[in-house]
């Protein structure tokens, strides 16, 4: 009687029996080691260590529920990481390893999950959990890679789950609830300003681009939620309205880096280190009093195209003043990482790519059409199908604008051929950026520096596979109103005296607006914008134990963060791309009204080239498309990678789905879908396009074309970004003349100097060096890259099969570089190196390069819209 009172009580031998060691190792790095050097978090840290206030960890079973506790899984005793003091911090940013001993029950099972607590004084990043030898199981891992802030921060507890993937359905019991209330923390409710430690992922309309208490001159439109300006939506902060506007949010200071952000989303160490380093250089926007000063005997101006060479020959060096003033403006505690720079004079660049072998290659007419297909910008080419050449914009509003290219015009550049023949050759190629740019040339005209025009650009197919321009129109607004249509001008190509000289100018022009759509179309809207409802509807609805999560979560590292850095500096008001591009105010109005005509399906690279028509569907060819321009680098090359990725993602997803009727059970890729849809792209909610995700092959649709665009879409407009247009002259940014007229000064000018003339035409010396300042930045690969094939860590899944097709995805993306590389040394693919002879790699991935380089390297498709 008394023993089964005493075991009721204590519990007996037997229970005591069942309770077993665990032995595990938890990879962390401490706060002070990470990003800027806080000796107080160290020193606070070991102070609550010798009170007792350690890190503990509660493992968490995934067999057994407790009635008690809402059936939620058996927790077990809390361990405490040991040895914090004696543990010797690296000198440097890097990981430190701890032990942990934890008393386990056997009769719990399988621990699934385990709750943190940290009670220090500051946070830790945590970065890996793992258990040896687990009854009955053997090796539990748990892939953290959190920020772990101090327990009162939080109104809940931390949970991890092991790295194991599950469907809602198919979550242990005794999880399930777990799952689900990690997910409500992490949407928040909707109200406040977020904290650094929170973990909301909420969604706000660009409504901070502008600061209207500064006056109306830094007010901007609102973007998105309204018909006449829809936008994809960014990541809410929270921060308080605007004194002058209610509806628009207040800024922070030009050079904070507080802007919110989850933290998880935040660059790494390495990357902060890298950027704050190199973004030393395009910080000038402090110093535009300074750097004006200083530019040479011509105010503003290059003078000779060596002018230009000489910033990266030779350099341009600052005076201590603005150095100074410089330091000052930035926090103490950002010196450190900016130190780090490479000991260059401030604005010494390196030599662009695309002038190293030949200085003046690139203003040959084969390297201009070269361009369209392996440059900057290799997504606006179309085929051209009806001339000439007509518009979309409404009659009744901008009149007549259809173009006045003549067959006169082109048909003595069609090499014998006639323009019916060539259309009907599918020989005639158009870059069109008329409609784009028409309705906006008024304001942008009269209200910046710009003198712009809209420009068509006809190219001929030659038999060597080469585009040929044949003919440039430009256009502006009729002086009578835009309901009078345009008035067009257009140029044809010439070697010699001033009609070479104009041509020069005309293909100037079209430049112009090719960076301008670049920029802030192909680039920032169609993959850093319409990317992050992505990233924060995958965080909000899809559970980091959901299969889909983490296919898709190596694909939206850092993104986040750029584009709120990219809102804090580059694309708000007064900000480098209003300086730098030629619609200065009207730049990211101009992008919502072009975001109307956004179709998340045509994103798709294959969709993408048959509506441009530089494709026709063809079984008898690889991929099931046949290339009209057959040396098409990007295209040809990218339909590599789009089938590599949508083979993997297929395979992926049939291991969790194997029928439709598992995607329409699965509550949480459903709930997914519906918000990124009526929320993510809310203006977009009603458009009949979006796929319904009921079965199999729509998932494997939408995925491929989320990890297309966040990876090689994004690699290809971007890392080339120094190569073609850190020489300003062959990718100019702004038009500050119109055409020469015959009988002004201009046209004499023209004459006697045309390099001259070119120059105070196109970029300012200024605005070039601000440009190619930021430029530089963007195009760099930071030293943590984590490519496309790559995963940051090798046990991001313990699901077997997962990880065999991962493999094959690698080995799939190793057999493509070795392919590009053998293209671009053949001969007969003469659009792949071109007459600058630079190879075209920006689509090459990169995947065997464990080395983990950054730089100019213009090279590797990072998984991410990461910088």
């Given amino acids: ?312 020959e030779g350099g341009i060096t600052l005076p201590s003043g603005p150095v100074n003033k410089l330091k000052n403006a930035i926090p103490l505690e950002m010196l450190k990482e900016i130190v780090r720079t490479d000991g260059e004079p401030l604005l010494k660049f390196p030599m662009p790519q695309v002038i190293k072998e030949d200085k003046f290659a690139w203003r040959s007419d084969e390297e201009f059409g070269r361009e369209m297909l392996a440059g900057l910008n290799p997504v606006s080419i179309r085929i051209l199908k009806e001339f000439p050449p007509a518009s979309k914009l409404d009659p009744t509003i901008y009149g007549n604008q259809t173009s006045s290219i003549t067959k006169e015009h082109v048909e003595k550049n069609l090499n014998g051929l006639t323009v019916d023949e060539a259309l009907k050759k599918d020989k005639l190629f158009i870059l069109d950026h008329h409609d784009m740019l028409m309705p906006y040339l008024n304001r942008i005209n009269t209200k910046t520096s710009s003198k712009m025009y809209a420009t068509r650009t006809l190219l001929l197919l030659t038999d060597e596979g080469t585009l040929k321009p044949v003919a440039i129109e430009l256009s502006l607004p009729h002086l009578d109103g835009d309901q009078h249509g345009a008035m067009n001008k257009v140029y044809t190509p010439s070697e010699h005296g001033i009609e070479c000289s104009i041509w020069q100018l005309a293909k100037a022009y079209v430049a112009v607006n090719d960076s301008g759509i670049h920029q802030l179309i192909s680039h920032w809207l169609n993959t850093h914008a319409t990317i992050e409802p992505f990233v924060i509807a995958t965080n909000r609805q899809l559970s980091t134990l959901h299969p889909i999560n983490k296919l898709l979560h190596p694909h939206f590292r850092d993104t986040m963060n750029i584009n709120a850095l990219a809102r804090q500096i580059l694309i708000s008001a007064g900000g480098v791309l209003e300086n730098t591009v030629f619609p200065g105010q009207f730049s990211m109005e101009m992008s919502a009204v072009i975001y109307k005509d956004w179709v998340f399906t045509d994103q798709a690279l294959p969709v993408d080239l048959i509506k441009r028509g530089v494709a026709v569907p063809d079984s008898n060819h690889l991929h099931g498309l046949r290339l009209l321009i057959e040396d098409y680098p990007y295209a040809a090359d990218g339909l590599q990678i789009w089938s590599a990725i949508e083979t993997w993602v297929h395979d992926y997803c049939s291991f969790y789905y194997p029928n439709d009727d598992t995607i329409l059970a699965d509550s949480e890729i459903q709930s997914w879908w519906t918000e990124l849809r009526n929320v993510g792209h809310g203006d977009k909610k009603d458009e009949k396009w979006w796929p319904n995700l009921h079965t199999l092959a729509e998932l494997t649709q939408i995925c491929t074309i989320i990890i297309w665009v966040a990876s090689a879409l994004h690699a290809a407009v971007n890392f080339g970004q120094y190569t073609f247009a850190g020489y300003t002259p062959n990718r100019p940014t702004m038009s500050r003349r119109f055409m020469p007229e015959p009988g002004t000064a201009e046209y004499a000018e023209l004459e006697s100097n045309p390099d001259l003339a070119f120059l105070k035409t196109i970029t300012s010396q200024f605005q070039a060096l601000l440009g190619i300042s930021l430029i530089e930045i963007l195009s760099r690969h930071s030293s943590d890259e984590v490519y496309l094939g790559q995963r940051d860590t090798p046990e991001w899944t313990s699901d077997v099969a997962s990880l065999n097709s991962f493999k094959k995805f690698g080995e799939k993306l190793v057999e493509i570089e070795n392919k590009i590389i053998e293209m671009n040394i053949d001969k007969r693919w003469k659009n792949r190196v071109g007459p600058v002879k630079l190879p075209y790699t920006l689509l090459y991935p990169n995947t065997t390069d464990n080395t983990r380089v950054g730089g100019l390297t213009g090279r590797g498709i990072p998984n991410s819209v990461s910088i």
């Fill in 1 to 312: 009687m008394f023993k089964k009172l005493s075991d009721t009580l204590f519990g007996s031998d037997d229970d005591h029996s069942k309770i077993k060691k665990i032995k595990g190792s938890v990879v962390l790095m401490k706060k002070n080691v990470l990003d800027f050097n806080d000796i107080n978090a160290s020193v606070l840290d070991r102070i609550h260590e010798l009170l007792g206030k350690g890190v503990s960890l509660q493992l968490i079973s995934a067999v057994n529920g407790d009635p008690a506790n809402g059936l939620r899984g058996k927790l077990g005793k809390a361990a405490y990481l040991e040895e914090w003091i004696t543990t010797i911090t690296p000198l440097t940013a890097g990981d430190s390893a701890f032990k942990v001993i934890f008393d386990w029950d056997e009769s719990y099972g399988n621990p699934g999950a385990f709750i943190i607590k940290n009670l220090h004084h500051s946070e830790f990043y945590l970065k890996t959990v793992t258990l040896d030898d687990v009854p009955g199981i053997g090796r539990v891992h748990f892939v953290c890679n959190s920020w772990v802030y101090p327990a009162d921060r939080y109104k809940y507890n931390r949970v991890f789950f092991a790295n194991k993937s599950y469907l809602p359905c198919d979550t242990p019991e005794p999880l399930r609830e777990y799952r689900q209330e990690e997910l409500v923390n992490l949407r928040g409710d909707g109200t406040g300003k977020l904290e650094e430690w929170d973990r909301v992922y909420d969604y706000d309309v660009y409504n901070d681009l502008g600061n209207p208490d500064k006056g109306p001159k830094h007010a901007r439109t609102i973007l998105g939620g309204s018909g006449e300006y829809p936008y994809p939506r960014r990541g809410r902060t929270g921060r308080p309205a605007t004194k002058t506007d209610p509806n628009s949010e207040s800024r922070l200071p030009l050079l904070s880096l507080d802007i919110y952000v989850p933290r998880d989303e935040r660059f790494g160490h390495l990357k902060m280190s890298d950027f704050l380093a190199y973004s030393l250089k395009s910080l000038v926007q402090v110093l535009q009093p300074e750097i004006k000063s200083f530019c040479d005997s011509t105010p503003n101006e290059f003078d000779t195209f060596q002018d230009i060479l000489d910033v990266y």
